[in-house]
């Protein structure tokens, strides 16, 4: 994370922008608040930030949302930009009410929005502006914003556990975690947005460190207790005969993950022996 805070100095412009390459003028809106958006995260778990950049980037935003009207660029990110902000502890609250009074805001916008008066301590506005989302037919958020089906759906998922909804936030992030572990191609956007709410959803607990299930193989029971949040079982499959049932008791209150996995060498065939050209 030090290492990815220092690196942001190449970017940095003189009007504290973050460009969209290093050492080049270049700046896409979205891009620039993405990159504060990580100082932002990074400074709340302790992190330094490299002197000046976050301040002068900061000031720059602040004043952007301040100045913000529809005509002067994407609504999505004027939301994004305000929800960062709150969560930095600046919360523009005159910008946020001009921007919810705005009768065409796309679903993102509402939800994006919605973080930043959650950020702010606002959760029934946030809870009322995502009710709002719902209603409306779903679409892709603009190009400029780097929007996927996969990016919008871990944004809500974040906001929805911002707002205390765990139902909600765990349903998008298992969906998410399925799409990850598939061979279905993600942007880097899309990819660090849905890591994002992944990590929210499995964050450990007090009482996560630990396993305590009871566990039935092949007619077999056991039970295992452990202070590991990580298992193995090794079964061997010459004690097994045809299709075997695993059932699987978890006496905690947290949510435990089961992988199967199996390893041998394959019986041989009766193909015969060839070689061509070798």
Same mark, same amino acid.
């Given at each position: 994370?030090?290492a990815?805070?220092?690196?942001?100095?190449?970017?940095?412009?003189?009007d504290?922008?973050?460009?969209?390459?290093?050492?080049?003028?270049?700046?896409?809106?979205w891009?620039?608040?993405?990159?504060?958006?990580?100082?932002?995260?990074?400074?709340?778990?302790?992190?330094a930030?490299?002197?000046?950049?976050?301040?002068?980037?900061?000031?720059?935003e602040?004043?952007?949302a301040?100045?913000?009207?529809a005509?002067?660029?994407?609504?999505?990110?004027?939301?994004?930009r305000?929800?960062?902000?709150?969560?930095?502890?600046?919360?523009?609250?005159?910008?946020?009410?001009? %921007?919810r009074?705005?009768?065409?805001?796309?679903? %993102?916008?509402?939800?994006?929005?919605?973080?930043?008066?959650?950020?702010?301590?606002?959760?029934?506005?946030?809870?009322?502006?995502?009710?709002?989302? +719902? +209603?409306?037919? +779903?679409?892709t958020?603009d190009?400029?914003?780097f929007?996927?089906?996969e990016?919008?759906?871990?944004?809500?998922?974040?906001?929805?556990?911002?707002?205390?909804?765990?139902? +909600?936030?765990?349903?998008?992030?298992?969906?998410?975690g399925?799409?990850l572990?598939?061979?279905?191609?993600l942007?880097t956007?899309?990819t660090?947005?849905a890591?994002?709410?992944?990590?929210?959803?499995?964050?450990?607990?007090?009482?996560?460190?630990?396993?305590?299930?009871?566990?039935?193989?092949?007619?077999?029971?056991?039970?295992l207790?452990?202070?590991?949040?990580?298992?193995?079982?090794?079964?061997?499959?010459?004690?097994?005969?045809?299709?075997?049932?695993?059932?699987?008791?978890?006496?905690n209150?947290?949510?435990?993950?089961?992988?199967?996995?199996?390893?041998?060498?394959?019986?041989?065939?009766?193909?015969?022996?060839?070689?061509?050209?070798?």
């Amino acid at each position: 994370i030090s290492a990815v805070l220092n690196k942001l100095l190449k970017y940095r412009l003189i009007d504290g922008r973050l460009s969209y390459w290093p050492g080049e003028n270049k700046v896409n809106k979205w891009a620039s608040v993405w990159a504060g958006h990580f100082m932002v995260e990074a400074r709340n778990m302790g992190y330094a930030t490299p002197a000046g950049v976050y301040e002068c980037w900061l000031d720059y935003e602040k004043s952007e949302a301040k100045m913000w009207r529809a005509q002067n660029g994407a609504q999505e990110t004027q939301a994004y930009r305000l929800w960062v902000l709150a969560q930095a502890g600046e919360a523009d609250r005159g910008a946020m009410n001009r %921007l919810r009074e705005n009768t065409s805001l796309s679903p %993102l916008s509402k939800r994006l929005l919605a973080g930043a008066y959650a950020a702010d301590g606002r959760k029934d506005l946030s809870r009322t502006l995502l009710e709002s989302a +719902q +209603q409306m037919t +779903q679409t892709t958020s603009d190009s400029d914003c780097f929007g996927s089906v996969e990016r919008d759906m871990a944004i809500e998922s974040i906001i929805y556990k911002s707002i205390g909804n765990q139902a +909600q936030a765990y349903k998008m992030a298992k969906q998410l975690g399925e799409v990850l572990s598939s061979n279905h191609w993600l942007s880097t956007q899309t990819t660090a947005w849905a890591l994002m709410a992944v990590a929210q959803i499995v964050e450990p607990s007090e009482d996560d460190s630990s396993l305590d299930v009871e566990y039935i193989i092949a007619n077999k029971s056991d039970k295992l207790i452990s202070t590991s949040p990580i298992e193995k079982i090794e079964v061997d499959v010459k004690n097994l005969e045809g299709q075997t049932k695993v059932h699987i008791n978890n006496n905690n209150s947290h949510t435990i993950y089961l992988t199967m996995e199996s390893m041998g060498i394959p019986a041989r065939g009766s193909e015969s022996e060839a070689m061509n050209n070798l």
